[in-house]
């Protein structure tokens, strides 16, 4: 298979033997996701520590550069997904990035070992300077780098394993993304207890240091993996797919459409390229299939007209967006965990019997829940949601997405009922503080919302995503989680401007080093109602969504070129699969 990985201009389908991909694939993708991501949430949930104790920046600052590390890190997994599609295997873009990651992350170890790379007191908000800073920023973008780009792919590698024309192998893709999340749950939970604890209680460099090397063990297991994996070649890029169906469409703005849909210009399915899957019309954005009107005397050219498939992916797109909008503010709610709540734990009573607990390692509670729970959702909930259904998931993904909504703007309010028990305290008497795990109430509901959501999001974008693009597709998962950590740290700025002068610091409700003086809790609450406001737009987007397999124009399909019907895509492809399975065999 290595051979046949694709060279990146063959179009040549690669066969889907049944020898390979299927759980026994996707071990190795849990393997080397758990490992690496048991490095990345413990740094998620602990750099905010490092920037303020380490780099001395104040507690806005340090929130700030960690949500906008986070929103760079998901939004540079559109490029890892763009280039899995288009120019390498998703495969080697794992790897690839999966190398710059550990680079990076090396940088990040030499820095925190070195105190002649660490600033010193200035009395400012950020204290980097010189060559310091621009090691400090440039691992920072090293990192982003890497861990966008192997999350722009991974998840896409791993649901390439099961192939979706089999309904055995259907019901098992909707368990993947579940095991998926299993994996990353139990990664998360070691990094956040035995990693934080090194780091916070060690030294900083020894956590980052093992962070390095539990990534690097990943990423052999994942390359070890690839005599196993079935592999797709890149396909056409997206981009040029997209921005020709737009383009043509305004060229064509002028021309009728005809009155039946079979008379749009689509190629005949043996002509088709090998990653192209053809897509039943759809009657929204009507205006878009100017694109596939054929101008009389032109020739069918790109640029010049674009098929029925083209022109429904670029619909698809446009379907998803608000989608992925509605999603934004679940992640900014994400963010306040790893800031403000982390920040929060400093100021509570950190003693669990004899045991001194970090700050940053009260999320176990929720991941061990999390743990428990997904394995009893995937064996017991989905069964017998699939008997009242009859849907392969159980439940749509908009549906779980919607729960998951739900439950994040309960805990932001929990939140806030938790931070005013916590400063109540402090005022009362600052010597005995409430414990640390009551922090685990806002966690724990949040923790559930993202088991919904997170999955959810990742199995909606790749099974609509056309065959050619789910790399991309699926990068939306976080490109929603990037604009919700960018969100956050522009709303940190936001509130702190528009209330300054009204609080007790004169300089906002987030200002300072001292949460006991700030007002974190109205904060809280301001994201609880935007939540509420947000889920209700939800609601009526998801009623409007119209899933790729729903709303296709009647039974006719559209006609190749020369007039004659185009053949059942679905039978043809489930040949073609039987027919590569077969000469794989041979």
Not at 23 to 48: E, P
Not at 396 to 410: C, E, K, P, Y
Not at 439 to 444: A, M, T, V
Not at 514 to 520: E, F, K
Request: charged share 15%; aromatic share 12%; proline share 5%.
């Amino acid at each position: 298979m290595g051979d046949e990985e694709a060279k990146a201009g063959d179009n040549t389908p690669i066969p889907w033997s049944k020898r390979k991909g299927g759980f026994t694939a996707c071990k190795f993708v849990f393997g080397f996701m758990a490992l690496d991501n048991m490095g990345f949430v413990a740094n998620t949930v602990s750099l905010v520590l490092y920037f303020n104790s380490v780099m001395l920046f104040d507690i806005p600052s340090s929130a700030n550069t960690l949500t906008n590390l986070m929103g760079s890190t998901f939004l540079l997994s559109l490029i890892g997904g763009f280039i899995s599609d288009t120019y390498l295997s998703r495969l080697s873009t794992c790897l690839l990035c999966g190398l710059l990651e550990i680079l990076a992350l090396v940088m990040v170890t030499i820095q925190a070992y070195s105190h002649d790379l660490h600033p010193q007191p200035c009395g400012k908000s950020n204290c980097l300077k010189g060559g310091m800073a621009i090691m400090f920023y440039i691992s920072l973008c090293m990192l982003a780098m890497g861990t966008g780009g192997v999350r722009g792919s991974l998840p896409a590698l791993g649901a390439d394993q099961f192939n979706q024309k089999d309904p055995k192998e259907a019901k098992a893709l909707a368990s993947y993304f579940n095991w998926l999340l299993l994996s990353t749950t139990i990664g998360a939970a070691i990094g956040v207890t035995a990693i934080v604890w090194v780091s916070t209680t060690v030294k900083w460099y020894w956590g980052f240091f093992i962070s390095t090397v539990v990534s690097f063990v990943g990423f052999v297991i994942l390359a070890s993996g690839k005599p196993f994996y079935r592999l797709r070649a890149p396909g056409e890029s997206p981009i040029i797919r997209i921005t020709q169906v737009i383009v043509v469409s305004i060229k064509n703005r002028k021309l009728a459409l005809p009155e039946n849909p079979v008379d749009l210009y689509e190629i005949n399915e043996k002509e088709t390229i090998s990653t192209e899957e053809q897509i039943a019309h759809t009657k929204q954005f009507r205006f878009l299939d100017k694109a596939a009107v054929v101008c009389e005397g032109s020739k069918p050219e790109p640029w010049t007209v674009c098929t029925v498939t083209q022109v429904e992916e670029v619909k698809i797109l446009i379907r998803m967006l608000p989608i992925v909008g509605s999603t934004i503010l679940l992640n900014t709610c994400l963010a306040q965990l790893q800031t403000f709540s982390v920040q929060q734990g400093n100021f509570m009573n950190h003693k669990l019997g004899s045991i001194m607990v970090p700050a940053p390692s009260i999320p176990v509670i929720p991941l061990i829940f999390m743990s428990i729970l997904i394995p009893i959702y995937d064996f017991f909930f989905i069964p017998l949601a699939r008997k009242i259904t009859h849907h392969p998931s159980g439940i749509t993904q908009l549906q779980r997405v919607g729960v998951g909504l739900v439950l994040s703007a309960i805990s932001m309010a929990v939140a806030g009922f938790v931070e005013v028990k916590r400063k109540n305290q402090a005022n009362l008497d600052p010597t005995k503080p409430i414990s640390l795990f009551w922090l685990s109430f806002q966690y724990g509901i949040f923790g559930i919302a993202d088991m919904f959501t997170l999955v959810g999001l990742l199995e909606f974008f790749y099974k609509e995503a056309p065959a050619g693009m789910r790399s991309l597709f699926t990068s939306l998962t976080w490109l929603s989680q990037s604009c919700g950590y960018f969100l956050s740290s522009v709303l940190v700025d936001v509130i702190n401007a528009v209330t300054k002068g009204k609080t007790r610091s004169k300089q906002g409700w987030l200002y300072g080093f001292n949460l006991n003086d700030n007002n974190l809790d109205l904060f809280y609450w301001f994201l609880a109602i935007l939540s509420c406001l947000n889920f209700l737009v939800y609601l009526w987007l998801a009623s409007w969504y119209k899933y790729k397999s729903e709303d296709p124009d009647s039974k006719p399909k559209p006609k190749a070129l020369n007039g004659t019907p185009l053949i059942n895509n679905e039978s043809t492809q489930d040949n073609e699969v039987k027919n590569n399975e077969a000469s794989s065999s041979d």
